[in-house]
């Protein structure tokens, strides 16, 4: 297949054509043409590296019901990804060679996104005992991420011993940073709004000494820690201190952490429910500072779709998460400064949004097919986003199953139009093209 993008302007720079052919960027220039080419039309609109989300949850397999592999990867496309890393909480868990091969080839099935396996770090995400980590790492699926997100690896001395395991093949743990021992039976964040709602509060140090604790043993042993869904300003002190010592610590926020607050707890709604959960607006404020000056590498979705019975319920009840593959981009162009569009800033908004969503988050997951720059003889990894687009959240009109989004009815910015995966168009004209 032979593809001529016309006058799509990269990371938002000068309007210019990109020819894809057999899977790379063939050419970029000013007037290119091509015999047979399909043209897609790029006038207005921004050419972005296809996205990267290192924290996605499929649910596949186990819980069909709120997500499926196939799914996700429509709606990952459609938020202009073009590879995804599949969390490991599935039932049964992803801790085997066997678990980790089965949602590899459901993603190539789909083959919509390139689906990568997380790994779990302990068996059945117990914090008891490693789980096959070598085994995983050697299995078709090559996994080089293991979590057990949505639980922490508490124990220091099993957390030192996953380090240690990984540092053979240059692998990464990636922490769930709650000690649980300070979260029991927390329903959001402590202070003055749990206070008076009379919901049992999940205080800010439970995430950050566990953050501390585990940049000294990363430092001790010289492995690589990634910490999932930084929340807290504190947090984000830690991180930056341990890369000024030359710790290799990587670091995600999401986008909902980056634009609610505690607050959205008032209403008791269980949309707003989440691991960790909202924080304060200084918290946010500090979240965004990090993100811009490289402290936090980059934006991790936490997808994390839920059927209605585990979502419409009391507050207590409720599981926490909420959707964010298809609303990703337009949230981070919105926290970071979408009134950039049309100035000499401009470019280096984009240019912050391609290190923080691809690039950086490729690097980390060591995905060596993305997050690449859209050059000649890159694989042909893009998305194209039309940056003047208002549009409204509607949770019925998204693909995942689930219809858990925190920004129903709330206008954003910015809409992917077109995605690319390997040269073929996974999504054309706002449309999944499977």
Known sequence: MTILIRNARVLGGEPTDLLLRDGVIAEIGQGLSADGAEVVDGTGLVALPGLVDLHTHLREPGREDAETVYTGSRA???????AVCAMANTSPVADTAGVVEQVYRLGQEAGLVDVQPIGAVTVGLAGERLAELGAMADSAARVRVFSDDGFCVADPRLMRRALEY???????????????????????????????????????????????????????????????????????????????????????????????????????????????????????????????????????????????????????????????????????????????????AEPAMWAVIAERMSYAPARIAGLDGHGNALTAGAPANLTLVDPTVRWSVDPTGLASLSHNTPY???????????????????????????
């Open 166 to 344: 990984v540092k053979a093949f240059d692998g990464v743990i990636a922490q769930h940073a709650e000690e649980p021992r300070l979260t029991q039976g927390a329903q959001m964040h402590e202070g003055d709004v749990s206070a008076r709602l009379g919901l049992t509060g999940w205080p800010a140090v439970a995430e950050e000494s566990i953050i501390a604790r585990d940049v000294l043993l990363a430092g001790h042993v010289g492995a690589r820690l990634h910490v999932c869904h930084v929340s807290t300003a504190g947090s984000v002190e830690i991180i930056r201190m341990a890369k000024a010592r030359g710790v290799r610590v990587t670091a995600e926020v999401t986008p909902h952490h980056l634009l609610l607050t505690h607050e959205k707890a008032e209403s008791y709604d269980p949309v707003y429910k989440v691991n960790p959960p909202l924080r304060t607006d200084a918290d946010v404020e500090a979240l965004r500072e990090g993100l811009r000056d490289g402290t936090i590498d980059i934006v991790a979705t936490d997808h994390a779709p839920h059927a209605a019975e585990d979502k419409e319920c009391e507050w207590a009840y409720a599981r926490p998460g909420m959707l964010g593959l298809e609303t990703a981009l337009p949230i981070v162009l919105d926290v970071l400064g979408e009134q950039s569009l049309g100035t000499p």
């Open 408 to 434: 129903a009815g709330m206008t954003v910015p910015g809409r992917i139009v077109a995605t690319f995966l390997r040269g073929v168009p996974t999504v054309l004209d706002g449309k999944v093209q499977k």
């Open 76 to 82: 990952a496309a459609l938020g202009g990804y073009t």
